[in-house]
């Protein structure tokens, strides 16, 4: 594989969390949020940008519900806009090329098999699996698609019609656990208690009227559109939405629960061996060989609950370190892939 380097977050861990309570009806798909089947789910925290407190907050408000059943796993978004435009019509089209809505989630989070999602103001859908993060080598496997999916998608305004009273356009998903289960721990869906890594994404181009069209704003130095921005639900700390290990936690209620979720203390041993994947990466790359000792990764002031053991040869690592309560080990390598033995 090509062990080039990777850029490390410029973040503090601490993914959003969202509490996803069971539905407790049957989804009808139009599009609207403001219906009774969503009255019981909790709005998230509006968007941020993907760089998190690096940048300036959105300019437009983003905000997702979150459900799910015994079939389903259902999304609801919201996208406050006075323009509102979509050109894309064929499924499986790049679709962030227009303004987009995006979902991306790891059942397992080990960050390899995940899925992707994407999504126009024209109910044009891209679905994908990712074998791993394009840092990683990917590929994404563009022929798999969400068996079963619906989507639905509501303008309130006009589409496609500059000077109209546009407020927002928002979205319905719905997608079968039998087709999501694939990538899942066990090939299963969820038991209440559990958690799945999800992250969504808001696509927003930079857009001006022309002949009484929407177009994208040209950079007269360039020649090219300016570059999107990407509002999130839980920031990345770069601009990649490929790192999975920084998605979310949506943790899977059944019954009246609070919102008390507390980061597992594994989840940290994870984000601690994480970094040092990103390190020992790095240092192949400036090196042309991985540092055998971790006291070359963990240089600095930063505080380290882990004690890893690092094992190399030429082409390969592997770092390790316990689990917290001892009875199992926590894994890493070169790939990105981690895993628990």
Not at 278 to 301: C, P, Q, T, W
Request: glycine share 6%.
């Amino acid at each position: 594989m090509n062990l080039s380097g990777v850029p490390e977050p410029n973040i503090e861990y601490a993914p959003k969390h969202y509490l996803c309570k069971r539905a407790t009806e049957a989804l009808v798909l139009d599009g609207r949020v403001d219906k009774p089947f969503w009255a019981a789910a909790d709005w998230t925290d509006d968007f941020v940008d993907i760089e998190g407190d690096l940048k300036p907050k959105p300019a437009k408000q983003t905000r997702v519900k979150m459900l799910w059943d015994d079939d389903y796993f259902y999304f609801a978004a919201e996208l406050i806009e006075d323009q509102i435009w979509a050109t894309l019509t064929e499924r499986d089209s790049v679709i962030f090329y227009d303004n987009d809505f995006e979902i991306f989630i790891d059942p397992d989070g080990d960050t390899h098999h995940y899925y992707e999602f994407e999504i126009n103001a024209l109910n044009t859908v891209w679905d994908l699996l990712l074998v791993k993060p394009y840092r990683d080598g990917g590929p994404p496997v563009n022929g798999w698609d969400i068996s079963g999916l619906q989507t639905a998608v509501h303008i309130d305004g006009e589409l496609n019609k500059p000077g109209a009273a546009n407020r927002k356009w928002s979205i319905e998903v719905a997608m079968p656990w039998k087709s999501l289960r694939e990538c899942a721990a066990e090939s299963r869906q969820p038991v209440a208690g559990e958690f799945w890594r999800v992250n969504f994404s808001r696509v927003e181009w930079q857009a001006e009227v022309q002949d009484g069209q929407y177009r994208k704003v040209v950079n007269p130095d360039t020649g090219k559109p300016y570059p999107e921005d990407n509002w999130v639900w839980s920031p990345m700390g770069l601009i990649n939405m490929h790192y999975p290990e920084l998605w979310g936690y949506v943790v899977f209620a059944d019954g009246d629960e609070g919102d008390s979720f507390e980061l597992p203390r594994d989840e940290r041993i994870k984000w601690e061996l994480r970094k040092l994947y990103y390190r020992e990466r790095n240092y192949f790359a400036s090196h042309g060989e991985f540092a055998k000792e971790a006291s070359l990764l963990m240089m600095g002031d930063e505080y380290w609950s882990i004690t890893p053991v690092i094992e190399t040869t030429r082409s390969l690592f592997q770092i390790s370190a316990p689990s917290t309560d001892g009875k199992s080990i926590y894994c890493i390598r070169e790939d990105g892939k981690l895993w628990k033995e």
